[in-house]
């Protein structure tokens, strides 16, 4: 029943709500982006500085909504219609988007994803219509980047449903908003969970025929520490095998700083155990 | 015990859909979309050689949507059965054989079939509107969307996106998701740099306490109290950005870093090494 009802809500996640536009001059930028757990674009915004924030890339979407906090913390008034002008609206990549206007309101399906952790990191916006028209843009999944073009033209304004716009508009869906969050609290989720980095050895590989070797120790590294030597033959990393270096650094992916790795070694016919202190790095 | 429930149910629902992508081979299409009053597009939509139907598209819907009465004329409903819980219409996912928008065919592409509120309210204003197009379609092209020419340009692409319910469900479902766990992220190289954040007046900021010497990154020029500004275009204000950041890099790739040293904005490249 709950599986039914999570299908039931992601597929809920896809709606709308309403609004205005502004022109810009030419020029091509590459805007990176991130795909969220439900395969959302999500790209960064600063906006007046502040930040970054998180938005989800939405052609579904009429206009650019953000949070009342995002607002508050960058300093937006709201007008007394809930719209906000940001005086500098910057996403990751150089592009500012000059006088974006933006409804300050939470739609259903922030609420909803924020509430069940469900994009793996917090969802602070909607870049919709009222931005996206002005741009030409080109999005290709197996590239990191997206590309935008500015246009020199004024899109159309966007009217809504009656004068509403915002969540007023969304044909009675708020309430599946408070339904998802509910569905988080009992799957103990949150908007963002904690990161941390895989932990750094400090030993450059270089793959030979019969497997890894270490090609150098970085000098003052947790492995030099631990004995690591050129020319050691990688055997074990976390006490399995390895036959290449991709395999090596896959049995560390999840041993992040702060513990220790297991390594074994060949050294002259010799088979050594050796236990590596990981540290912050990259 | 409750877990194990969800995934027996997850298994149920997924599993009779498990087939093989078949891939088609196909030149770039250009579709004429139509653009609402509300700053919506529209585009043509035929299922299984059925229709046009008149869809919205929609790059912030994970699933693509189709309502019922589409879904009877097109003949998606065949060996679907009613659930006995079933708000808004909802009839699970089907997969689509033929799935084409405005002369751009994708096989095999899945659709969930409900009668969305939003979708319904849509087709009273603007005349039949039958549902979504969403990631599943487009993230198999190279898409342009040029709101002034209003077209919708599909490349086809080299990503095979993935079934979306399933890898959010494997995700909600997994130990690392659950409170209090810790995401670990890897990068697929070593650069040999360590960072410590500095709370400045105009925020975070990641300064380089640490390279080893000899390794990718000295190599590359990175010094000891530089300030790590963007990495690969992305910002860098904070651990979590550069994990991020570095997240995709892989050995002997090109890792492109803007530092600030002494005052001056300057740009490295680092060449990522094989290594732990």
């Given at each position: 029943m709950r599986i039914y009802i999570l299908m039931l809500t992601v597929a809920l996640l896809a709606a709308s709500a309403m609004v205005a536009a502004e022109p810009a001059k030419e020029k091509s930028y590459e805007v990176p982006y991130r795909l969220t757990l439900p395969k959302h674009l999500m790209v960064r915004a600063k906006i007046n500085g502040k930040g970054p924030f998180n938005f989800i890339l939405d052609t579904g979407a009429p206009a650019l909504f953000f949070t009342e906090a995002v607002a508050a913390r960058a300093g937006v008034k709201a007008d007394e219609k809930g719209w906000g002008e940001c005086e500098r609206f910057e996403l990751e990549g150089g592009l500012v988007i000059p006088k974006a206007r933006g409804r300050i309101d939470t739609p259903f399906q922030l609420e909803g994803m924020n509430g069940m952790g469900l994009a793996g990191a917090e969802i602070h916006g909607l870049i919709g219509y009222n931005i996206l028209a002005q741009y030409r843009m080109t999005i290709d999944l197996a590239s990191d980047r997206m590309l935008w073009t500015p246009m020199a033209w004024t899109p159309e304004r966007p009217i809504g449903f009656?004068?509403?716009?915002?969540?007023?508009?969304?044909?009675?869906?708020?309430?599946i908003g408070s339904m998802m969050k509910g569905l988080g609290g009992m799957l103990g989720r949150k908007a963002t969970p904690a990161v941390t980095g895989r932990g750094q050895a400090g030993i450059l590989l270089r793959d030979e025929v019969d497997g890894p070797v270490v090609a150098s120790v970085l000098k003052g590294s947790p492995s030099d520490t631990a004995g690591v030597k050129q020319g050691d033959r990688l055997r074990k990393v976390a006490d399995r095998s390895v036959t290449s270096s991709a395999e090596a650094l896959d049995f560390a992916a999840?041993?992040?700083?702060?513990k220790t790795l297991a390594l074994q070694v060949e050294r002259s016919g010799k088979s050594i155990d050796l236990t590596i202190n990981l540290v912050e790095g990259y | 015990m409750k877990k194990t429930i969800i995934v027996v149910l997850l298994i149920a629902c997924l599993s009779s859909h498990v087939r093989a992508e078949a891939p088609v081979a196909s030149a770039a299409v250009t579709v004429p979309f139509t653009l609402l009053k509300t700053g919506h597009m529209t585009v043509p939509v035929k299922l299984n050689g059925k229709g046009p139907y008149t869809l919205i598209f929609d790059t912030g819907a994970p699933m693509s949507i189709v309502n019922n009465r589409l879904a009877r004329d097109a003949g998606l409903l065949k060996d679907k059965p009613v659930a006995l819980f079933a708000p808004f219409g909802s009839r699970g996912e089907v997969k689509v054989k033929d799935f084409e928008v405005g002369g751009q065919k994708a096989a095999d592409v899945k659709v969930a079939i409900m009668d969305h509120p939003t979708v319904e309210l849509f087709s009273k204003h603007f005349g039949p509107i039958d549902g979504i197009v969403g990631f599943?379609?487009?993230?198999?092209y190279k898409v342009t969307v040029d709101y002034q020419k209003k077209t919708l340009t599909f490349e086809p692409g080299t990503y095979n996106p993935p079934d979306v319910m399933q890898a959010m469900l494997r995700a909600i479902l997994s130990p690392e998701s659950a409170d209090g766990a810790v995401r670990v992220v890897s990068g697929g190289a070593i650069l040999g740099f360590g960072v410590n954040q500095e709370n400045r007046t105009s925020g975070p900021a990641l300064v380089v306490d640490r390279v080893y010497l000899g390794g990718p990154a000295d190599i590359g020029g990175l010094k000891k109290g530089d300030h790590l500004t963007l990495v690969n275009k992305r910002w860098t204000d904070t651990p979590a950005d550069l994990l991020e950041a570095l997240s995709t890099i892989k050995p002997n790739g090109a890792v492109q870093v803007e530092v600030e040293r002494m005052g001056k904005t300057m740009t490295l490249e680092l060449l990522g090494a094989a290594g732990l």
């Amino acid at each position: 029943m709950r599986i039914y009802i999570l299908m039931l809500t992601v597929a809920l996640l896809a709606a709308s709500a309403m609004v205005a536009a502004e022109p810009a001059k030419e020029k091509s930028y590459e805007v990176p982006y991130r795909l969220t757990l439900p395969k959302h674009l999500m790209v960064r915004a600063k906006i007046n500085g502040k930040g970054p924030f998180n938005f989800i890339l939405d052609t579904g979407a009429p206009a650019l909504f953000f949070t009342e906090a995002v607002a508050a913390r960058a300093g937006v008034k709201a007008d007394e219609k809930g719209w906000g002008e940001c005086e500098r609206f910057e996403l990751e990549g150089g592009l500012v988007i000059p006088k974006a206007r933006g409804r300050i309101d939470t739609p259903f399906q922030l609420e909803g994803m924020n509430g069940m952790g469900l994009a793996g990191a917090e969802i602070h916006g909607l870049i919709g219509y009222n931005i996206l028209a002005q741009y030409r843009m080109t999005i290709d999944l197996a590239s990191d980047r997206m590309l935008w073009t500015p246009m020199a033209w004024t899109p159309e304004r966007p009217i809504g449903f009656g004068d509403a716009g915002g969540s007023a508009a969304q044909g009675s869906l708020e309430f599946i908003g408070s339904m998802m969050k509910g569905l988080g609290g009992m799957l103990g989720r949150k908007a963002t969970p904690a990161v941390t980095g895989r932990g750094q050895a400090g030993i450059l590989l270089r793959d030979e025929v019969d497997g890894p070797v270490v090609a150098s120790v970085l000098k003052g590294s947790p492995s030099d520490t631990a004995g690591v030597k050129q020319g050691d033959r990688l055997r074990k990393v976390a006490d399995r095998s390895v036959t290449s270096s991709a395999e090596a650094l896959d049995f560390a992916a999840k041993h992040a700083a702060g513990k220790t790795l297991a390594l074994q070694v060949e050294r002259s016919g010799k088979s050594i155990d050796l236990t590596i202190n990981l540290v912050e790095g990259y | 015990m409750k877990k194990t429930i969800i995934v027996v149910l997850l298994i149920a629902c997924l599993s009779s859909h498990v087939r093989a992508e078949a891939p088609v081979a196909s030149a770039a299409v250009t579709v004429p979309f139509t653009l609402l009053k509300t700053g919506h597009m529209t585009v043509p939509v035929k299922l299984n050689g059925k229709g046009p139907y008149t869809l919205i598209f929609d790059t912030g819907a994970p699933m693509s949507i189709v309502n019922n009465r589409l879904a009877r004329d097109a003949g998606l409903l065949k060996d679907k059965p009613v659930a006995l819980f079933a708000p808004f219409g909802s009839r699970g996912e089907v997969k689509v054989k033929d799935f084409e928008v405005g002369g751009q065919k994708a096989a095999d592409v899945k659709v969930a079939i409900m009668d969305h509120p939003t979708v319904e309210l849509f087709s009273k204003h603007f005349g039949p509107i039958d549902g979504i197009v969403g990631f599943p379609f487009f993230a198999r092209y190279k898409v342009t969307v040029d709101y002034q020419k209003k077209t919708l340009t599909f490349e086809p692409g080299t990503y095979n996106p993935p079934d979306v319910m399933q890898a959010m469900l494997r995700a909600i479902l997994s130990p690392e998701s659950a409170d209090g766990a810790v995401r670990v992220v890897s990068g697929g190289a070593i650069l040999g740099f360590g960072v410590n954040q500095e709370n400045r007046t105009s925020g975070p900021a990641l300064v380089v306490d640490r390279v080893y010497l000899g390794g990718p990154a000295d190599i590359g020029g990175l010094k000891k109290g530089d300030h790590l500004t963007l990495v690969n275009k992305r910002w860098t204000d904070t651990p979590a950005d550069l994990l991020e950041a570095l997240s995709t890099i892989k050995p002997n790739g090109a890792v492109q870093v803007e530092v600030e040293r002494m005052g001056k904005t300057m740009t490295l490249e680092l060449l990522g090494a094989a290594g732990l």
